[in-house]
């Protein structure tokens, strides 16, 4: 599958280290705007679309192998080895399996705010807030702000989710995302790591205070499985690099700058 992107490259791009960076679930390439920016200046750096969201294509495979054998192809289309690999939640899923399963394409891996186990999955009630948005009687996003808002009291996750949401040229809206194929195969990105194996190079996980998705007693596996980890925590939720975008871009490159 050949996945959309956005490209960012510094003045002098030619022999600049890139960074790939994937979204979690419902997001797309657009949430990391902010950050490639920031991180442009000195890396080349590519923000994804992983399948059956943002621009990317649908498709009726929506699994962590399919996202593999995804980024196997765009890694190879863009000649990309020595990557930082970025990240976040469902993305940092997909980054951890890419990297054990490709580890001569992966230099460096952040991994936000998730751990390698399963995961029984609480975006149940977004799936279902999102499904009751009647898209055939939408005249306004505030319509489908608040058919949302019963299942998702949240004011900025709402605004993260309806991010999804598109007018239709010959009127009326449309999901981006896949949302039949998500709904129904949901529980494919709670598992655990399909990839076995362990990646011994340098690898950073972050974590948000006030999120559930990393807990100390994932440590030793981390460990087990990624023996050159460092884990730093930072005073955000879930969405770590959205809630402090400032403190998430110095804290890697740092990390990435300090390891030469």
């Known amino acids: 599958m050949k996945l959309f992107f956005r490209e960012y490259n510094p003045a002098s791009s030619t022999d600049k280290q890139p960074i790939v960076i994937l979204h979690g679930l419902f997001g797309s390439s657009d949430n990391w705007l902010t950050q490639a920016k920031v991180y442009s200046e000195t890396y080349n750096v590519y923000t994804v679309d992983l399948r059956n969201h943002g621009q990317s294509p649908h498709d009726d495979a929506f699994d962590y192998q399919s996202m593999v054998n995804d980024l196997e192809e765009f890694f190879a289309d863009h000649?990309?080895?020595?990557?930082?690999?970025?990240?976040?939640?469902?993305?940092?899923?997909?980054?951890?399996?890419?990297?054990?399963?490709?580890?001569?394409?992966?230099?460096?891996?952040?991994?936000?705010?998730?751990?390698?186990r399963y995961y029984d999955l609480e975006h149940y009630v977004i799936v279902d807030g999102l499904n009751a948005v009647k898209l055939n009687e939408l005249t306004s996003r505030n319509d489908a702000d608040a058919a949302l808002s019963e299942y998702v009291p949240e004011p900025d996750v709402r605004q993260f989710l309806?991010?999804?949401?598109?007018?239709?040229a010959e009127g009326g809206f449309s999901w981006k995302i896949n949302l039949p194929v998500i709904s129904e195969k949901l529980s494919n990105i709670g598992v655990d790591?399909?990839?076995?194996?362990?990646?011994?190079?340098?690898?950073?996980?972050?974590?948000?205070?006030?999120?559930?998705?990393?807990?100390?007693?994932?440590?030793?596996?981390?460990?087990?499985?990624?023996?050159?980890?460092?884990?730093?925590?930072?005073e955000t939720g879930h969405w770590v690099q959205a809630e402090n975008p400032q403190g998430f871009v110095a804290l890697t490159k740092h990390w990435i700058e300090s390891l030469g």
């Not at 951890?96 to 390698?116: E, K, Q, T, W, Y």
């Not at 309806?162 to 239709?168: A, F, H, I, S, V």
């Not at 990839?195 to 998705?213: M, N």
Request: proline share 5%; net charge positive.
């Open 162 to 168: 309806l991010k999804n949401l598109q007018r239709k």
């Open 79 to 116: 000649n990309l080895s020595d990557v930082t690999l970025i990240g976040h939640s469902m993305g940092g899923k997909a980054a951890m399996n890419f990297a054990l399963a490709h580890p001569d394409r992966v230099g460096r891996l952040i991994v936000v705010d998730i751990a390698p």
């Open 193 to 234: 790591l399909v990839v076995e194996g362990t990646f011994e190079k340098p690898t950073l996980f972050i974590r948000g205070v006030r999120s559930k998705y990393v807990h100390d007693s994932d440590w030793s596996r981390i460990k087990e499985i990624f023996p050159e980890a460092v884990l730093e925590t930072m």
